[in-house]
Structures are given as C-alpha cells and as structure tokens.
C-alpha cells in the first residue's frame, strides 16, 4: 500500500500518515510525500489503487478550493474511507523585528490564522508550513506562521503566538 500525502518529512501531514501507517498498516505501507496536494490531487488518474491523506482544514489557493469543494468534486476518483485526528506540531507566528516590509509566509490552511494574529499583514501562501518558513527566510519577511520544530530563532526575531491545535486528517481510497 502507497499513502500519498504532502511532503517532506517535516510536514504534519507526513506525520499524519506516519502515525497511520503505524496505527493501520503495522508500518508496512510507503509513506509518499509530494510537493504540494494539488499535484496529487491533479494527477489522481496514476496513483489509482492507493490512499490519500489530506487534513479537513485542506484549503488551495492555486485550485480555489477547500476540502469540501475537493470531497464532492472528486467522487468519482476517490473515497472516503476513514478519519482521525492527531494534535499537530504547535504551531508558531514569528516576527523579523528589522524588516522593512509587511510580508507574511504560510499555508493556505492557516493565511487566516496569521492574518488575525498580525495586521496589517501582506500575506504570502506556500504549499507548506515548512516551505513557507524557507520562503521567509530566503526573502526576509516580516512575519512567518510555521510549524514550531521548522523554526531556530534568531536575536533579531521574536515568538508572537503560539497555537496547539488539533487536526482531523481523511483517508481516501483512490480509485
């Protein structure tokens, strides 16, 4: 068995499918990270006969959808055949003290979280938390929402929130 899932190893959702795999399969089945759900979800057609696992909170800028909008559209191409909820990594908000812009990385799933955390905030979205927290860094961004264990606070940062939250993740069966 294949269990298909946003990657790397870092992300929560690879987690999630770690601890299913553990919990379902004994550890036996691959866990396959992509580089974004969009690509798996664009591409089901080749991953047929294996399972996905995607969060409820699933949210694409890039498809203009929400897991919802997913679930009903994709019927006919997969099946929902479990839930379970795991607590996430905590998840943080740092601020660049020295940056001389409004910018804010994340995931389209959490670009609300931020935005009520920080305003004015010009937000940024990635496929992931942990690309998100690179995008920050790389560009020298004001403001990150990530996952705690992606972050190594500099002096010239500091922690705005930080958020314990848990997650409820789908098992699909694609046909």
Known sequence: MRLHTLGPAATDS????QTYNDTHFSG???????????????????????????????????LHAA???????????????????????????????????????????????LQRTVQPVVLQTASSKYLAYQAY?????????????NVTLQKNERLIKRFTPSMVWCYYQIN
């Open 14 to 17: 690879y987690a999630a499918a």
């Open 28 to 62: 036996g089945a691959t866990i396959v990270g992509h580089p974004s759900f969009e690509e798996i979800l664009t591409n089901l057609a080749a991953y047929a006969g294996d399972a996905l696992i995607i969060p409820a909170a699933f949210k694409s800028t890039r």
């Open 67 to 113: 897991w919802g909008d997913v679930h009903y559209a994709l019927l006919a191409q997969m099946t929902l055949s479990d839930c379970f909820m795991t607590q996430l990594d905590p998840l943080v908000v740092v601020q660049r003290l020295d940056a001389d812009n409004r910018i804010g990385y994340t995931h389209a799933a959490t670009a609300q979280l």
């Open 137 to 149: 860094q790389q560009n020298q961004a004001a403001y990150v929402l990530t996952n705690e264990k």
